[in-house]
C-alpha cells in the first residue's frame, strides 16, 4: 500500500525557517519524481517544488532562491528546506507522487509564517 506521510509543518516568523518531510513507502521510491504542492486557505492548490528521480528540481517562482528541494532514496524521503519564509508561505503543504495513471497524496502539514 503506498503511503506518503509530511512532518516538519509549524508555526515560524517572518524570515525563519522551516524543514518539511514526506516519508514514502509502498513502491519503488527511487524511481519516481515527487512533487509538493501547497494550498492557502480560499485559493487553490498550487505547485511549489518537484524533483526528478535523478535528482533535478525545478521551483515556482514565488520559492526560486528560498526553498531547497532534495530526496534521499535510501531513506525514502524527500525533504523540503524553507527559509527566509514570508506569510505568504501560510498553507497546508502536501507531497505527491504520481505512478502509473494514479496519483498519491499524503495528508498534509499545516506551516503558518507570522509577520
Known amino acids: 500500500q503506498l503511503q506518503l506521510v509530511e512532518s516538519g509543518g509549524g508555526l515560524v516568523q517572518f524570515g525563519g525557517s522551516l524543514r518539511l518531510s514526506c516519508a514514502a513507502s509502498?513502491?519503488?521510491?527511487?524511481?519516481?519524481?515527487m512533487y509538493w504542492y501547497r494550498q492557502a486557505p480560499g485559493k487553490e492548490r498550487e505547485l511549489v517544488a518537484r524533483i526528478t528521480s535523478e535528482g533535478s528540481t525545478q521551483y515556482v517562482d514565488s520559492v526560486k532562491g528560498r526553498f531547497i528541494l532534495s530526496r534521499d532514496n535510501a531513506k525514502k524521503t524527500v525533504y523540503l528546506q524553507m527559509n527566509r519564509m514570508k506569510p505568504e508561505d501560510t498553507a497546508v503543504y502536501y507531497c505527491?507522487?504520481?505512478?502509473?495513471?494514479?496519483?498519491?497524496w499524503g495528508q498534509g502539514t499545516q506551516v503558518t509564517v507570522s509577520p
Open positions: 505527491e507522487t504520481l505512478v502509473g495513471d494514479t496519483e498519491y
Open positions: 509502498g513502491f519503488t521510491f527511487s524511481r519516481y519524481p
